[in-house]
């Protein structure tokens, strides 16, 4: 051995890409060994930026600007190219941000209700001739019988219900309410029949309107709507907080 040192240089580079048409950052390794025009290649698809109209900027692994990369004939390890460097792609084809990337300006294609109606190969198609989901008639029926029998329990429930009446209200996942009932019946801001109840402490929601309609009048956060079914009438007297004790 001649004690000499050896400096071995790894064959490939691993960079991070960007562009002035583009927000994403992209990881890539590429050889060493090839030209910046064969580089620009490569980056064309990767960026969408044409040969032509491709300047490449260096940056160092903490995104301080180094030298452009603009030398066509050299090889991409001739310059001080490192592991997580940045080369910046400089578009100078007038592309804009984001407009390869905006799929709010792709133009839609929209097919009538018709012509997808005739189509054969759609999956409307294929859930008719399978009788599935809204095509499975039998189901259908089902769901349409359930969802009758529960409006007929929900309006049973609010027809045992007067304006009033004292309730407790239990919601899943609420601490337990008592309140006077001040409405029942069907709304315009949900389909059914619901119970507006004005609460003895402010745990509602509004003052007995919603969507600009008043149901009932009560103190702003006292008032709420429930289903029926989480109603209890009932002798609920006020709370007594001793507010008459001397």
């Known amino acids: 051995m001649d004690g000499g040192m050896a400096v071995v240089t790894n064959p490939t580079v691993s960079v991070r890409l960007t562009s002035t048409i583009s927000s994403f950052e992209v990881i890539k390794k ?3 060994g090839i030209s910046i025009a064969e580089f620009k290649g490569k980056l064309e698809l990767v960026v969408g930026t044409p040969v032509s109209c491709m300047d490449l900027e260096l940056f160092s692994t903490n995104d301080t600007f180094l030298l452009k990369l603009d030398d066509n004939d050299a090889l991409l390890g001739s310059y001080p190219v490192d592991d997580d460097c940045r ?6 084809s007038g592309a804009q941000k984001g407009e390869f990337s905006d799929l709010s300006k792709v133009e839609k294609y929209n097919m009538s209700n018709d012509a997808y109606e005739k189509k054969t190969d759609s999956v409307r198609s294929f859930l008719k001739k399978q009788r599935l989901g809204p ?3 039998a189901e259908k029926a089902i769901k349409e019988s359930e969802l009758a029998a529960r409006e007929a329990k929900e309006e049973a429930a609010a027809n045992a219900i007067t304006i009033g009446n004292r309730c407790q209200v239990k919601v899943a996942g609420q601490p337990t309410k008592i309140g006077t009932v001040m409405y029942v019946g069907t709304a315009d801001f949900k389909p059914g029949y619901w119970v507006g109840v004005k609460y003895d402490e402010p745990h509602g929601k509004h003052d007995g309107s919603v969507n600009g309609r008043q149901y ?4 702003n956060k006292y ?4 289903k029926p079914m989480n109603i209890t009438v009932g002798d609920f007297p006020e709370e007594d907080y001793g507010l008459d004790e001397m």
């Open 87 to 92: 080369i910046h792609v400089v578009d100078r």
């Open 135 to 137: 095509f499975n008639e």
């Open 30 to 32: 590429y050889n060493r």
């Open 223 to 226: 008032g709420a709507f429930v």
């Open 216 to 219: 009932f009048e009560c103190e």
